[in-house]
């Protein structure tokens, strides 16, 4: 991305790939009646998993797992996965699952996993590792850039506790992930500390309502909580 520079102020001209990220943002939010809900879910079970999964060998990182969540709760929530197009909601059967991705110059890219609902996850960690790859050397396809139908925003790397992600339009929903927070609960007479990390649920108010998106998150929450490997 070019810049220019005055004496007082650097300017970076909105075109580019930048451009076209920015008129999707703007676009997204003109076209979705867009809502978000937000959630905290514990998570204990997914990294007691996690390290069951390490001592047999298998390196699954926490994205990998909540990707995991995800689409085992899609499965069970199919009014939420999906697009509108026009005046219409078309609701898919397959899970594609769109990943945001971080690249170089401040660009952002969502490509999908298609078929995400039929990979264990392993397969999932390597479908996503092989799109983060070829998204820095610019080698997505059109249909992985426009295919999905749920995106994962994922800023737990961050200090971002919660946050609003906006939809990747046409797609009915995008969940965000934010970093996670030691808490202290109480559990009977003791107090024990416990990893909660915060789900931020944006949805097009117009394909979906209110309490069914809850139900989702909430149901996602669940299965969190209750992971196994």
């Not at 867009?34 to 990182?61: C, E, F, N, P, V």
């Not at 996993?113 to 990979?119: C, E, L, N, R, S």
């Not at 994922?154 to 506790?161: A, F, H, I, K, P």
């Not at 009915?172 to 649920?201: H, P, Y």
Request: proline fraction near 4%; aromatic fraction near 4%.
């Amino acid at each position: 991305m070019t810049t220019e520079t005055t004496s007082e102020t650097r300017i970076v001209p909105l075109r580019g790939a930048r451009g076209m990220i920015a008129d999707k943002m703007v676009s997204s939010l003109q076209t979705a009646a867009q809502l978000t809900h937000h959630a905290r879910a514990d998570m204990t079970a997914l990294l007691a998993a996690k390290a069951q999964y390490k001592a047999k060998g298998i390196s699954l990182s926490v994205e990998d797992l909540l990707m995991g969540a995800v689409v085992r709760t899609l499965a069970n929530h199919p009014d939420i996965n999906g697009k509108v197009k026009d005046r219409e909601v078309h609701l898919s059967r397959a899970i594609d699952l769109g990943v945001a991705i971080a690249l170089p110059g401040n660009l952002l890219a969502a490509p999908a996993i298609f078929g995400a609902g039929d990979m264990d996850l392993q397969e999932l960690r390597a479908a996503r590792r092989d799109l983060a790859e070829r998204a820095r050397s610019n080698k997505l396809t059109v249909p992985e850039m426009t295919g999905g139908t749920f995106t994962i925003s994922n800023l737990g790397l961050s200090r971002v506790e919660q946050f609003t992600p906006i939809i990747n339009t046409p797609q009915i929903a995008i969940l965000g992930v934010g970093c996670a927070v030691e808490t202290a609960v109480r559990e009977g007479e003791n107090t024990v500390w416990k990893s909660f990390t915060g789900l931020s649920l944006t949805f097009d108010h117009r394909a979906i309502d209110g309490a069914p998106a809850a139900d989702f998150l909430t149901a996602l929450c669940a299965t969190i909580e209750t992971f196994t490997p």
